[in-house]
């Protein structure tokens, strides 16, 4: 099992940008691939972006291509998303998942670790 805490979130105005960070610690964390999920209020839990066990590989949704950014620091045990050019839809609660396996995934049920989330609210 692994424990995940998520932080970074916060209120920012349309445009700006946060960085979230989700530390890990328990099983060894560079075998498997870790995401970041979000939920809005009233909608599903959604993919966001994914990175591979090794980091080699990444997968964003299309909603934030070209303006999240997920990294890895392994030594760390830390994931990232740096998030830019932030828009008021992308207000929600961002999970950290850790993956069954060390490849990535945009299937929830492929994550059996969760943080509890950190949220982000982006004014207009």
């Known amino acids: 099992q692994v424990q995940l805490v998520e932080s970074g979130g916060g209120l920012v105005q349309a445009g700006g940008s946060l960085r979230l960070s989700c530390a890990a610690s328990?099983?060894?964390?560079?075998?498997?691939?870790m995401g970041w999920f979000c939920q809005a209020p009233g909608k599903e839990r959604e993919f966001v972006v994914a990175?591979?066990?090794?980091?080699?590989?990444?997968n964003y949704a299309d909603s934030v291509k070209g303006r999240f950014t997920i990294s890895r620091d392994n030594a760390k045990n830390t994931v990232y998303l740096q998030m830019n050019s932030l828009k008021p839809e992308d207000t929600a609660v961002y999970y950290c998942?850790?993956?069954?396996?060390?490849?990535?995934?945009?299937?929830?049920?492929?994550?059996?670790?969760w943080g509890q989330g950190t949220q982000v609210t982006v004014s207009s």
């Open positions: 990175i591979s066990g090794s980091g080699n590989l990444k």
């Open positions: 998942a850790a993956g069954r396996y060390s490849g990535i995934s945009t299937n929830p049920s492929e994550y059996n670790d």
């Open positions: 328990g099983r060894t964390f560079s075998r498997n691939a």
